[in-house]
C-alpha cells in the first residue's frame, strides 16, 4: 500500500507536468516571440531538467536509507515531491514577472528530481525486502503499478482542464490538477508513517562498519551491478517518448498531426489502465520462469510496437492509437515495468541496496527525461521514423544488457547480490 501509494504520487506529478509542458507552459512560461516549436523545446528541456537532479537525490537518500532508515527516506521523499508539485501550481507566469518564471519553474522541477531521485527504488526496495519467498516480484510489481496508477489519475485530472476555454485554461484551469496532489500526499504520508523496517535490513544495519560510506562500498564492490543497472534503465525512453514527446507530437500545430487533446488523454488512461491488470501478473509471471525472459520479450516488444505506435499516430488512425497505446503500455511496457525494480533489486546486497538501485536507476533515466527534447529537435513535421528509431535503440540496448545478467527468481532473500567487505 505504502509504496502503490508513493508511486502513484510520483507518476501523478510527473504526469501533470508532462502535460503541462506540452499544453500549457509553451505559452505562459516563455517569452511570447520564442515561436511555437521553440517554445515546446524549451518546455519540454525543464522536464528533462529534474532528471539531471535525480542522481543527486539518489546519492543523498540511497546513503540515508542504506546507513539509517528506508521508512525514513520514503517519508521525506514523499513530502518534498507533494510540496514542490504543489507549489508549480502557484507560481506566476512569464507575463507577471518575465524571465524569473521559468527560473521558478526549473527550481521547483530540480526538488522534485531530488525528491523522485530514490522515491521508487526506496519503495521498491522496502517491498523486495519484506516479500514472502517466490513472491519478490509480484510485491515489488504493486509499487510500479502505483506509477500507472499515477498516470491514469493525471490524465482524468486533466480531462476537464482541456474542456475549457482556452483563455481560462491558461490562467487558472491548469493549476487545479497540480494544487490536488496535496491529497495523495496526504494519503501516502498517513500509511508510509507506520512502516516497519524489514527484517533482512535491521540484520545488515546491526553488523554493518559505520565507517564505510555506502556510496563507497557500492563501487568498490558492485560497480558492474551500477552499470547494468543504468543500462536496464534506457527502457525509460518508452515512457518519456511515448507519453510526453508523444503527446505534443500528436497534439501541437507545428507537428501537423493535430490530434485532439482530449482523445490524447483517452488514449494515457486506457492504455495505463490496461497495465494496472497486466503489471501485476507480469511480476507473478517472472516470479515462475525468471527475470529475464519476461523483460526481454517486453523490451524488444517495446522497440516494435512503438513504430506502430508513431505510424499510428502520424496517419491519424484513432482506432489503430488506442490499440497500439494498450499493446504497448499494458502489454510490452508491462512486461518489462513488472520485473525490472525486482531485477534491479536483486543486483544488491541488502546493504548497498537502496544506494545501488537508486544511483544506477537515476544515472539510466537521465536519457529518458532528455529523450522527449531530443525527438522535438530531430522531427520537422509528421516525421516519426527518428523518434521510433531513438525508442528502439534504447530499448535494444537494455535487452542486450538483460540478456548477459544473471537469472536471480531462485536466489534465497539473504544471498542476493556479490561481495561487501
Same mark, same amino acid.
Given at each position: 500500500?505504502?509504496?502503490?501509494?508513493?508511486?502513484?504520487?510520483?507518476?501523478?506529478?510527473?504526469?501533470?507536468?508532462?502535460?503541462?509542458?506540452?499544453?500549457?507552459?509553451?505559452?505562459?512560461?516563455?517569452?511570447?516571440?520564442?515561436?511555437?516549436?521553440?517554445?515546446?523545446?524549451?518546455?519540454?528541456?525543464?522536464?528533462?531538467?529534474?532528471?539531471?537532479?535525480?542522481?543527486?537525490?539518489?546519492?543523498?537518500?540511497?546513503?540515508?536509507?542504506?546507513?539509517?532508515?528506508?521508512?525514513?527516506?520514503?517519508?521525506?521523499?514523499?513530502?518534498?515531491?507533494?510540496?514542490?508539485?504543489?507549489?508549480?501550481?502557484?507560481?506566476?507566469?512569464?507575463? =507577471?514577472?518575465?524571465?524569473? &518564471?521559468? #527560473? %521558478? *519553474?526549473?527550481?521547483?522541477? !530540480?526538488?522534485?528530481? +531530488? $525528491?523522485? /531521485?530514490?522515491?521508487?527504488?526506496?519503495?521498491?526496495?522496502?517491498?523486495?525486502?519484506?516479500?514472502?519467498?517466490?513472491?519478490?516480484?509480484?510485491?515489488?510489481?504493486?509499487?510500479?503499478?502505483?506509477?500507472?496508477?499515477?498516470?491514469?489519475?493525471?490524465?482524468?485530472?486533466?480531462?476537464?482542464?482541456?474542456?475549457?476555454?482556452?483563455?481560462?485554461?491558461?490562467?487558472?484551469?491548469?493549476?487545479?490538477?497540480?494544487?490536488?496532489?496535496?491529497?495523495?500526499?496526504?494519503?501516502?504520508?498517513?500509511?508510509?508513517?507506520?512502516?516497519?523496517?524489514?527484517?533482512?535490513?535491521?540484520?545488515?544495519?546491526?553488523?554493518?562498519?559505520?565507517?564505510?560510506?555506502?556510496?563507497?562500498?557500492?563501487?568498490?564492490?558492485?560497480?558492474? =551491478?551500477?552499470?547494468?543497472? &543504468?543500462? #536496464? %534503465? *534506457?527502457?525509460?525512453?518508452? !515512457?518519456?517518448?511515448? +507519453? $510526453?514527446? /508523444?503527446?505534443?507530437?500528436?497534439?501541437?500545430?507545428?507537428?501537423?498531426?493535430?490530434?485532439?487533446?482530449?482523445?490524447?488523454?483517452?488514449?494515457?488512461?486506457?492504455?495505463?489502465?490496461?497495465?494496472?491488470?497486466?503489471?501485476?501478473?507480469?511480476?507473478?509471471?517472472?516470479?515462475?520462469?525468471?527475470?529475464?525472459?519476461?523483460?526481454?520479450?517486453?523490451?524488444?516488444?517495446?522497440?516494435?510496437?512503438?513504430?506502430?505506435?508513431?505510424?499510428?499516430?502520424?496517419?491519424?488512425?484513432?482506432?489503430?492509437?488506442?490499440?497500439?497505446?494498450?499493446?504497448?503500455?499494458?502489454?510490452?511496457?508491462?512486461?518489462?515495468?513488472?520485473?525490472?525494480?525486482?531485477?534491479?533489486?536483486?543486483?544488491?546486497?541488502?546493504?548497498?541496496?537502496?544506494?545501488?538501485?537508486?544511483?544506477?536507476?537515476?544515472?539510466?533515466?537521465?536519457?529518458?527525461?532528455?529523450?522527449?527534447?531530443?525527438?522535438?529537435?530531430?522531427?520537422?513535421?509528421?516525421?516519426?521514423?527518428?523518434?521510433?528509431?531513438?525508442?528502439?535503440?534504447?530499448?535494444?540496448?537494455?535487452?542486450?544488457?538483460?540478456?548477459?545478467?544473471?537469472?536471480?527468481?531462485?536466489?534465497?532473500?539473504?544471498?542476493?547480490?556479490?561481495?561487501?567487505?
Amino acid at each position: 500500500m505504502s509504496s502503490f501509494f508513493g508511486g502513484a504520487l510520483e507518476y501523478y506529478d510527473f504526469y501533470i507536468y508532462t502535460s503541462a509542458a506540452a499544453l500549457v507552459f509553451p505559452s505562459i512560461f516563455f517569452h511570447p516571440d520564442m515561436g511555437g516549436t521553440k517554445s515546446i523545446l524549451a518546455s519540454l528541456a525543464t522536464l528533462g531538467v529534474g532528471y539531471v537532479a535525480r542522481p543527486i537525490g539518489a546519492l543523498v537518500f540511497g546513503h540515508v536509507g542504506d546507513r539509517w532508515s528506508r521508512r525514513r527516506v520514503l517519508v521525506i521523499t514523499l513530502m518534498l515531491m507533494g510540496i514542490a508539485t504543489t507549489l508549480v501550481g502557484v507560481l506566476p507566469t512569464y507575463s =507577471q514577472i518575465g524571465v524569473l &518564471a521559468p #527560473v %521558478l *519553474l526549473i527550481c521547483m522541477r !530540480l526538488v522534485q528530481g +531530488f $525528491s523522485a /531521485g530514490a522515491e521508487t527504488t526506496g519503495a521498491s526496495t522496502i517491498s523486495l525486502e519484506a516479500a514472502p519467498p517466490g513472491k519478490r516480484a509480484t510485491y515489488t510489481a504493486w509499487t510500479q503499478n502505483g506509477n500507472y496508477a499515477g498516470f491514469v489519475l493525471a490524465s482524468l485530472a486533466f480531462l476537464p482542464v482541456t474542456a475549457l476555454p482556452r483563455e481560462s485554461m491558461l490562467s487558472w484551469g491548469w493549476r487545479v490538477p497540480f494544487l490536488a496532489s496535496i491529497l495523495v500526499a496526504l494519503v501516502a504520508f498517513l500509511i508510509r508513517r507506520k512502516l516497519a523496517e524489514p527484517e533482512v535490513f535491521q540484520e545488515q544495519a546491526r553488523s554493518a562498519n559505520p565507517g564505510q560510506a555506502p556510496l563507497l562500498l557500492v563501487f568498490k564492490s558492485h560497480p558492474w =551491478q551500477v552499470m547494468r543497472t &543504468a543500462l #536496464v %534503465l *534506457l527502457q525509460g525512453v518508452v !515512457l518519456t517518448l511515448v +507519453f $510526453s514527446f /508523444g503527446l505534443a507530437y500528436a497534439t501541437q500545430p507545428q507537428f501537423g498531426i493535430e490530434i485532439p487533446y482530449s482523445t490524447m488523454l483517452w488514449v494515457a488512461i486506457v492504455s495505463n489502465a490496461s497495465a494496472l491488470v497486466t503489471h501485476p501478473l507480469f511480476g507473478w509471471l517472472s516470479d515462475r520462469i525468471g527475470r529475464r525472459p519476461v523483460m526481454i520479450t517486453g523490451l524488444l516488444g517495446s522497440a516494435a510496437m512503438g513504430f506502430a505506435y508513431f505510424a499510428a499516430v502520424t496517419d491519424r488512425n484513432l482506432p489503430a492509437v488506442f490499440v497500439c497505446g494498450v499493446l504497448l503500455t499494458g502489454g510490452m511496457l508491462a512486461a518489462t515495468t513488472g520485473v525490472f525494480q525486482t531485477f534491479i533489486g536483486e543486483q544488491f546486497n541488502a546493504r548497498v541496496r537502496m544506494t545501488g538501485t537508486s544511483v544506477g536507476f537515476q544515472v539510466g533515466m537521465i536519457v529518458g527525461g532528455f529523450a522527449p527534447t531530443m525527438a522535438a529537435g530531430l522531427v520537422e513535421g509528421p516525421n516519426w521514423v527518428p523518434v521510433a528509431t531513438l525508442l528502439a535503440i534504447a530499448v535494444t540496448i537494455a535487452a542486450i544488457t538483460v540478456y548477459f545478467s544473471p537469472e536471480t527468481h531462485r536466489v534465497p532473500l539473504r544471498q542476493l547480490g556479490r561481495r561487501v567487505d
